[in-house]
């Protein structure tokens, strides 16, 4: 009964490694999604769905569409977009699809087997909303701040980083 929870840990695992060894921005970004989810259905399996439930539309969602639009703002020219379509293969697909395939048959069995985050296999209770707040308005609230300030710092650094002068066109 614990299969669901090792698998959603696997997926993570493997997901976040090819997060960090892979070159391409774009392709780090698309197994960080999954790894993110998967975290979000470890969430949902110890019996914390509203922490899960954050964890899809803070992370996966409103960051990483601001990830998106730093790599989108660096506008690295033609020869970049040249790059990118030789990197879309179905290569670099076959691994992120096979991640999100595993996340979606556990899904798929935890919906079918009515299995519910109140039997949680790890979790004793459900934690709710007010729980989380609590907890991250209070003993986490410095952890927090500090999270939002790495953030904006990696994002104003993207930026000048990768600013170029007007007019200043990468030539072939």
Do not use: C
């Amino acid at each position: 009964m614990m299969w669901p929870f090792y698998l959603m840990a696997l997926v993570a695992i493997v997901s976040t490694v090819r997060v960090v060894t892979n070159s391409n921005p774009v392709h780090a970004l698309l197994n960080l999604i999954i790894s993110l989810l998967a975290v979000a259905g470890i969430f949902m399996i110890v019996g914390a769905p509203f922490a899960g439930a954050l964890e899809v539309i803070v992370y996966a969602g409103a960051i990483m569409v601001l990830f998106v639009f730093v790599v989108m703002m660096l506008n690295l020219g033609q020869h970049t977009v040249e790059q990118e379509r030789k990197w879309l293969t179905s290569d670099a697909w076959a691994v992120p699809a096979l991640l999100s395939f595993l996340l979606g048959l556990t899904l798929v069995w935890m919906i079918s087997s009515d299995y519910t985050p109140a039997g949680a296999l790890l979790g004793k209770a459900v934690i709710g909303p007010k729980a989380v707040g609590q907890a991250l308005f209070t003993q986490y609230l410095l952890l927090v701040e500090i999270a939002a300030m790495l953030l904006l710092a990696a994002l104003v650094a993207a930026f000048h980083l990768g600013k170029r002068e007007p007019g200043e066109e990468e030539q072939d």
